[in-house]
């Protein structure tokens, strides 16, 4: 059969009632959790799990990858609106999006992310479906070699995000990187600065830290200037995008489609990369990236558009390898494993009902996020009138409730309580939180990659530049640091000179 | 002169966590290039932290200047004695009440009580409460059960907006609101494992 | 930091007050009842427990709930349940890492593996198993050990982490037949498997339940079973004693509560669960996740706990892994 038939095959699945039902209550579902903030994807998937036992695995499946979609979707409202980044690809949402929302534009902001979203996901099913099994190929060409200078060339670049002095990024960068490694050693086993806490042999949430060092110092910040909420209250301008702002968007939203794509199929790391990628690319590309830091478009249209296409990519290698690329990935083959099905190189012929409805489903569902989201824009802005001494409370307690249901443990939100304070601090010394998070996600994936490397070549570093993959990564980082540094450099001299 | 102050505080604040982390670090060998250990790769990391935050440092000194924001005598005073009757408050805990046996109780309830205790300086407010506020949901969530940790955790907030302290009857409202809110959210759709009523496990 | 150690110890005190909800087992169990899983959701350990969890619930007349509590290689959950109420209303996962490996691994594990609960029965055993990318020259167990002899730093084998059952097989492999390993270590099976497809690494240790799809397809190909004979499933697969190599170890988990259960309900959850576990769409299940059904009583499956924990002592000690 050709694509286009198995197409209309899957379309033919995807289409039955009880299928068009479960991805319209997983969409549902899934923008709902994905706005509480803590509350992700994987507890709710894990919760719902039992539920699935009893329907066709297609179904569940179609229900579960609903709910996975729509939490990106959902994720970035909290993002735009709260400045609370529920997982990595929404914490660069917060730098461009949550600058707009203050800026009266958050109607914008989120017709943008979800506009640029449902393109991004067309597109990303269009390619899973054509060439799955070949970008498989892609995924498994890259060494442990190649994914760490892939990573290398991902902080280098992360320090771009920085808003204020470079170097300062780059310290929160390395920063993040540390207490990343907090936990225990994968090569050998031993703990790291864990100081004998069992909760922290894990490392520290992600979840905590984002919530605290974005959310809840939020809080305080916004609770401190009066002025600041009163923006809030009053301006919220029109919802939907100007003629302008359609024509600025559309260019990085198909930047933001190319990144998230390719980036997605590599199994760990790649969707956390490509929603900042993006953001990079767009501030060095775009024609406005003197207005990057304060609210520019594009800085929501390319990343968002990122993060949902990596998020439907990322099906490729558990689709046509049987391998999760990350956490829900991982519940969706327990979810198969249940219904009987074997995760697994042979799935696309096994179970073509499966495959190709799922692909079909994720197109719809995309289309059912649209219809939903769209609509709710008025609604979620509205959100923003509430008067703030009414809204803080309400973050506050979905904030603690959310830290501690991720491991069901109160130690998560005794540590989100810490890198409140630690946020408050940083934001009154202007000391940037974003580049810090993503170092904190890409460093112990380095280190794990660079050690591996260095294992496996029995200490020749000259693996890193033998590669062509890493030597290519190596050689745009160089090139990407010393661009960048230049100008900061030559800026700092003439304030010195003219100092 | 154009010191930048925040620089200054910035760069410190990095060299003073990176000394730490190659201190702490010490614990770990280093191994070889080959089998690198589990303290290599943090030994490049906090040396790496340690050059820039000098450069931070450095560069302080001419791209200023940006103050610290003012820091009155009770604002410095209260956070030393913060520190100190959190210390005091999470040592004596184990021996107030076999409540605070469990799951951090002695560090939820020294860490509530700095933060209370820091609350009292202008300055130190807003986070004091919002920090106590969930370190009292910390402490109340697995004996109390959901419903009190959340009441408790609202009051305590509410205390940082001078609006809510002027009118108590609003918060009891919010509370209401709130406890019915995260009950249909949490309870009844998601189904999260947690105790919802007092002494309930 | 000194009041950690306050902390740590603070859970004892609790568990030491007598439990008040301690009913009649007569009337158990009136409340729902909390599975505590130590894993993430999705593995095979969860996915068993929950299904057992559901023919538990419906003989019991009670729901049982299943809570994952992942965290520091299953120990957290473990050393909680061991501090709670035995009152037949928290039950535990047990399993080989946190009460086969863990008490060698862990220099201050806060639990005793048999003395700290009541052991009451063997649920799943799953087999572990070696398998090679399919261009790997090695056509047996025999080549493997050869191969190694010649590679000037030995033959690179994947694991699904340092410290995990299937680490410590390779580590005894590398004991009994001599052959030079290298261990790689990854943050589970998933990844490790994709560089042995992807041949970054020639090959793995695995639990048959994650191998199990790749096998069928042939993306990797099997060495050997370290079972006692073939799988029924995977005849072909020969086991390690077949060919010379006296390696038998499988991944086990089974249902454990703190200690001092009440012998009437350590009786009635052991009647109910081999009652659950002999229903045949149940075996059919957890035959096709790759693994077989434990058939232990209490005494007997405390017994089993007790040996593998020295079982695996001196292998945790020959692989150099130790845990603060």
């Known amino acids: 059969m050709d694509i286009l038939g198995n197409l209309a095959h899957g379309f033919s699945v995807a289409l039955s009632f009880s299928n068009l039902l479960f991805a319209l209550i997983g969409a549902l579902i899934g923008t709902a959790i994905g706005v509480l903030p803590g509350i992700g994807p994987v507890a709710t998937i894990s919760l719902l799990l039992p539920i699935t036992f009893g329907q066709p695995a297609t179904t569940a499946i179609i229900m579960l990858a609903g709910i996975y979609y729509g939490a990106q979707y959902g994720g970035s409202t909290t993002a735009i609106l709260l400045n609370l980044p529920g997982e990595i690809s929404s914490v660069v949402t917060t730098l461009e999006g949550y600058k707009m929302a203050r800026n009266g534009r958050a109607g914008a902001a989120l017709a943008t992310s979800a506009l640029s979203s449902f393109f991004a996901g067309t597109v990303a099913t269009v390619v899973v479906a054509g060439s799955g099994p070949l970008l498989t190929s892609v995924a498994l060409s890259f060494g442990p070699a190649d994914y760490f200078s892939l990573m290398l060339l991902g902080l280098i670049i992360s320090a771009v995000l920085a808003q204020g002095s470079v170097i300062k990024s780059i310290g929160m960068v390395v920063f993040g990187v540390a207490l990343g490694l907090v936990g225990t050693d994968v090569q050998t086993g031993q703990q790291r600065f864990t100081f004998g806490i069992p909760e922290l042999s894990d490392g520290i949430s992600f979840v905590a830290l984002a919530m605290g060092m974005f959310g809840i110092a939020e809080i305080v910040l916004n609770l401190e200037k009066p002025e600041a909420r009163s923006v809030l209250k009053t301006e919220v301008g029109s919802l939907w995008l100007t003629r302008e702002e359609f024509r600025r968007a559309t260019p990085s939203t198909l930047r933001g489609t190319l990144v998230g794509t390719v980036l997605g199929i590599l199994p760990g790391g790649g969707a956390a990369l490509s929603s900042f990628g993006s953001y990079m690319m767009e501030r060095k590309v775009s024609k406005h990236r003197n207005l990057f830091g304060t609210g520019a478009i594009e800085g929501v249209a390319g990343p968002e558009a990122a993060n949902n296409a990596a998020a439907q990519t990322s099906f490729i290698p558990l689709l046509t390898l049987g391998i999760p690329a990350n956490a829900v990935m991982a519940l969706m083959v327990g979810a198969l494993i249940i219904q009987g099905i074997q995760p697994g190189p042979r799935m696309v012929e096994a179970q073509p009902d499966l495959f190709w409805g799922l692909i079909a489903s994720m197109w719809i569902g995309n289309v059912m996020l649209l219809v939903i989201n769209l609509p709710m824009i008025g609604m979620w802005v509205k959100l923003l009138q509430v008067p703030y001494k009414f809204l803080y409370p309400a973050i506050l307690v979905f904030c603690c409730i959310g830290a501690y249901s991720v491991n069901n443990n109160v130690f998560d939100v005794y540590s989100t309580v810490l890198f409140a304070v630690f946020g408050y601090m940083c934001n009154k010394l202007k000391l940037e939180p974003a580049p810090m998070l993503i170092g904190f996600v890409l460093g112990p994936m380095m280190e794990e990659h660079l050690r591996r490397a260095m294992l496996l070549s029995r200490g020749d570093v000259m693996v890193f530049l033998e590669r062509p993959i890493s030597a290519s990564m190596l050689a745009i980082g160089a090139i990407a640091l010393i661009a960048m540094l230049l100008p900061n450099l030559r800026k700092g001299k003439e304030a010195a000179l003219s100092g | ?201 | ?324």
Request: with cysteine; proline share 7%; glycine share 10%.
């Open chain 2, 1 to 201: 002169m154009k010191i930048n102050a925040k620089d200054v505080a910035s760069g410190l604040l990095l060299i003073l966590i990176a000394a730490v982390g190659l201190w702490l670090n010490g614990d770990h060998s280093l191994g070889s290039a080959r089998r690198m250990g589990p303290g290599y790769m943090p030994m490049l990391v906090f040396w790496f932290q340690v050059v820039l935050g000098g450069i931070v440092l450095v560069m302080a000194f001419f791209n200023g200047p940006d103050p610290l924001e003012k820091w009155t005598g009770l604002d410095a005073s209260m956070l030393v004695i913060a520190v100190i009757v959190g210390t005091l408050v999470g040592f004596a805990a184990p021996h107030l009440s076999s409540f605070f046996d469990n799951s951090y109780g002695s560090l939820g309830l020294g860490m509530l009580a700095g933060f209370l205790v820091v609350s009292y300086a202008r300055g130190w407010r807003l986070l004091g409460f919002i920090c106590a506020a969930m370190c009292a949901f910390c402490l109340l969530l697995e004996k109390g059960g959901l419903m009190l940790a959340l009441a408790a955790t609202i009051g305590i907030a509410s205390m940082a907006e001078p609006e809510h302290r002027a009118r108590p009857l609003g918060v009891l409202g919010i509370t209401v609101f709130l406890l019915a809110l995260c009950w249909w959210i949490f309870i009844k759709q998601l189904d999260i494992r947690v105790a919802v009523w007092p002494l309930q496990y």
């Open chain 3, 1 to 324: 930091m000194l009041p950690r150690r306050a902390w740590l110890a603070g859970g004892a005190v609790f568990a030491a007050l007598p439990s008040i909800a301690c009913a009649q087992a007569s009337a158990w169990p009136t409340q729902p009842i909390r599975l505590v899983v130590p894993f993430a959701p999705g593995g095979t350990t969860d996915l068993a427990a929950r299904l057992v969890s559901q023919g538990l619930g419906m003989r019991l007349g009670q729901p049982v709930i299943v809570e994952n509590r992942p965290g520091a290689g299953a120990t957290l959950a473990s050393a909680q349940v061991a501090q709670a109420a035995p009152d037949g209303l928290t039950l535990l996962v047990s399993n080989i890492a946190s009460h086969g490996v863990a008490p060698s691994l862990y220099r201050n594990l806060r639990y005793d593996p048999v003395r700290d609960f009541t052991h009451i029965a063997l649920l799943l055993e799953t087999p572990s198993v070696f398998v090679a990318q399919p261009r790997f020259p090695a056509r047996g167990i025999a080549d493997v050990v050869r191969l190694s002899r010649d590679m000037p730093r030995g033959i690179d084998i994947a694991s699904s982490g340092t410290g995990s059952s299937n680490h410590l097989l390779i580590v005894q492999f590398g004991q009994v037949t001599g052959a030079r390993v290298n261990h790689v270590p990854y943050r589970g099976a998933g990844p490790a498997m994709t560089d042995v497809i992807a041949d970054v690494v020639p090959m793995m240790s695995d639990s048959l339940p994650s191998s199990a799809g790749h096998l069928r397809a042939g993306a990797v190909r099997g060495m050997a079973i370290a079972s006692t004979a073939r799988h029924p499933a995977f005849p072909e697969l020969p086991s390690f004693r077949e060919q010379g190599v006296d390696l038998v170890a499988s991944s086990w988990f089974g249902l454990s509560a703190p200690a001092g259960l009440p012998p009437a309900i350590t009786g009635r959850l052991s009647r109910e669960v081999a009652a659950v576990l002999a229903d045949a769409a149940l075996q059919h299940r957890f035959a096709e996740l790759g693994g077989t059904v434990g058939a232990l009583s209490p005494p007997a499956y405390a017994e089993f706990i007790a040996g593998e924990v020295a079982r695996w002592a001196p292998v945790v000690q020959a692989s150099g892994a130790q845990v603060e």
